[in-house]
């Protein structure tokens, strides 16, 4: 895709607002979650769950405030963006929901801590809290063209944001959170929307020097050695945030950025092979030496490698969730009426999608994961019809970042890939992760209102007006 240098992000056709189409499907994704709800709660009890009534109605205010704010302060904005990530963030709560019935994790909640508290209500605090985050973005930022005053100020805060977690102990091996007594957030979560906006502005500033100034090898145009500085800077400190964080997850998604963006701000395939053969170099590098990492990529090489002998590692979990898929079949066992709760802990955070795949089937599988495409289809959308070059960039960072992290967690649930620890946006249980995604979706939302919004009335020209006639 190549960048225009046209700097103006007022559309020339009058575009229509269709707000009420996004009603309509919000009206639809709600009623989709309430269902499954509903369907859940017949599965286990027999009967409709008793808190249908007030999950539907928190489910429609949420959704509702947020269509009501789309339509005062950005009316022009895409109409599937909110709905899609509302469908997502009902059916997360429902699947939630859904294991916390499951007496296997209750017991095995008491056996570690002591008590158990069911994780549904505080997810939908949680949603509700995103959802906030969702309206204050749209109401403060007014135009995303803003954020490129803050590039640099981008690159410091998701520096700081990443760099924080070391020095905090490390949960299930990786030091990915930060604990302040009961609270604890997950600042790599935060940390891609400032990657994206340094990346931006950072690109559309250098991307004249990286794209032209460059030899022909073989077919591909090799970058000059002063311009493999960016990279190299970026490559070293995913390194480096793998080997103190043991953090494959955001790793592969700092680096891999960085590489989506650069490739569309240069269209240089040069850089996709570079990025390619430097992430593969570190990777194994890494995994050579650092114990957690290893441990990461031997449960991915043979999962089941000590299976079923009381382990509750990494091997177990992606053995447990590999079956969960086995015995999904095409169409499932139905929800609330499958057995992913043997995965044991994170079965509703990393492993979520294990329940999507055993209960609803390849082809609940493929439906969930047409949504996550589609939010990707309409940020790679927005991304074409902006008309400047930093929209352009950042609506392609967030909708990568989005695409990327989907990857990732489904790819080591899968065991395409080594398992990473990061979360499925919307659908697992955690507050950083719905708050960051919330926040994502509302900038690509003003991003799109700017692009679609029709141009002003021209102003009235001196030389339109009528000739006067003199008669001698």
Same mark, same amino acid.
């Given at each position: 895709m190549s960048v225009v240098t046209n700097t103006t992000t007022i559309g020339a056709i009058d575009a229509p607002s269709r707000r009420n189409t996004e009603l309509m499907m919000m009206v639809f994704a709600v009623a989709i979650s309430v269902f499954a709800y509903a369907n859940v709660g017949l599965a286990i009890d027999g009967k409709l769950p008793s808190g249908m009534l007030g999950y539907g109605a928190g489910l429609v205010l949420l959704g509702g405030v947020a269509h009501l704010v789309v339509r005062k302060f950005a009316p022009y904005a895409d109409p599937l963006l909110l709905p899609l990530a509302t469908l997502l963030n009902g059916l997360?709560?429902?699947?939630?929901?859904?294991?916390?019935?499951?007496?296997?994790?209750?017991?095995?909640?008491?056996?570690?801590?002591?008590?158990?508290?069911?994780?549904?209500?505080?997810? /939908?605090?949680?949603? +509700?809290?995103?959802?906030?985050?969702?309206?204050?973005?749209l109401m403060v930022l007014k135009d995303h063209r803003v954020l490129q005053r803050y590039t640099y100020i981008s690159m410091v805060v998701a520096l700081i944001l990443l760099i924080t977690p070391i020095f905090f102990p490390a949960v299930n091996g990786a030091k990915i959170w930060i604990s302040l007594g009961p609270f604890s957030i997950q600042p790599g979560e935060f940390a891609k929307i400032f990657i994206a906006i340094?990346?931006?502005?950072? *690109?559309?500033?250098?991307?004249? #020097? /990286?794209? @032209?100034? !460059?030899?022909? &090898?073989?077919?591909?145009?090799?970058?000059?050695?002063?311009?493999?500085?960016?990279?190299?800077?970026?490559?070293?400190? !995913?390194? /480096?945030? /793998?080997?103190?964080?043991?953090?494959?997850?955001?790793?592969? @998604?700092?680096?891999?950025?960085?590489?989506?963006?650069?490739?569309?701000?240069?269209?240089?395939?040069?850089?996709?092979?570079?990025?390619?053969?430097? !992430?593969? #170099?570190? #990777?194994?590098?890494?995994?050579?030496?650092?114990p957690h990492v290893q441990q990461r990529v031997d449960a991915w090489m043979d999962p089941f490698k000590g299976f079923g002998q009381g382990g509750a590692g990494a091997s177990e979990q992606i053995a447990q969730s590999l079956m969960s898929f086995g015995s999904g079949g095409t169409l499932g066992t139905g929800l609330g009426q499958g057995h992913s709760d043997l995965i044991m802990f994170a079965a509703n955070a990393?492993?979520?999608?294990?329940?999507?795949?055993?209960?609803?089937?390849?082809?609940?599988?493929?439906?969930?994961?047409?949504?996550?495409?589609?939010?990707?289809? =309409?940020?790679?959308?927005? +991304?074409?019809? +902006?008309?400047? %070059? &930093?929209?352009?960039? *950042?609506?392609?960072?967030?909708?990568?970042? &989005?695409?990327?992290?989907?990857?990732?967690?489904?790819?080591?649930?899968?065991?395409?890939?080594?398992?990473?620890?990061?979360?499925? %946006? &919307? *659908?697992?249980?955690?507050? !950083?992760?719905?708050?960051?995604?919330?926040?994502?979706?509302?900038?690509?939302? =003003?991003?799109?209102?700017?692009?679609?919004?029709?141009?002003?009335?021209? +102003? %009235?020209?001196?030389?339109?007006?009528?000739?006067?006639?003199?008669?001698?």
């Open positions: 997360g709560l429902v699947l939630i929901w859904r294991l916390d019935q499951s007496q296997r994790l209750i017991q095995d909640a008491e056996r570690r801590w002591g008590s158990y508290s069911p994780d549904a209500p505080k997810q /939908l605090l949680y949603s +509700a809290i995103g959802v906030a985050f969702f309206v204050a973005v340094f990346f931006s502005g950072y *690109l559309m500033v250098k991307r004249d #020097a /990286l794209a @032209l100034a !460059s030899r022909r &090898f073989m077919g591909m145009y090799l970058p000059r050695g002063r311009d493999l500085g960016p990279i190299l800077t970026i490559w070293a400190l !995913s390194i /480096l945030i /793998l080997v103190f964080e043991t953090d494959l997850g955001t790793s592969l @998604l700092f680096f891999g950025l960085f590489i989506v963006m650069l490739y569309v701000a240069t269209e240089r395939t040069s850089w996709i092979v570079f990025g390619l053969l430097m !992430s593969g #170099a570190g #990777a194994v590098g890494v995994a050579t030496f650092e990393d492993f979520i999608l294990s329940t999507v795949g055993e209960e609803l089937g390849l082809a609940g599988m493929m439906a969930v994961l047409l949504v996550y495409g589609l939010i990707v289809e =309409r940020g790679i959308r927005t +991304a074409l019809a +902006a008309r400047d %070059p &930093f929209g352009k960039l *950042l609506a392609v960072g967030l909708s990568g970042a &989005f695409a990327i992290q989907v990857f990732v967690v489904a790819g080591g649930v899968m065991g395409l890939i080594p398992l990473s620890g990061m979360t499925m %946006p &919307f *659908l697992a249980y955690g507050g !950083s992760s719905v708050l960051a995604n919330w926040a994502l979706i509302a900038i690509l939302i =003003r991003i799109s209102d700017t692009a679609r919004r029709p141009a002003p009335a021209p +102003a %009235p020209s001196p030389d339109a007006e009528m000739t006067q006639v003199v008669r001698p």
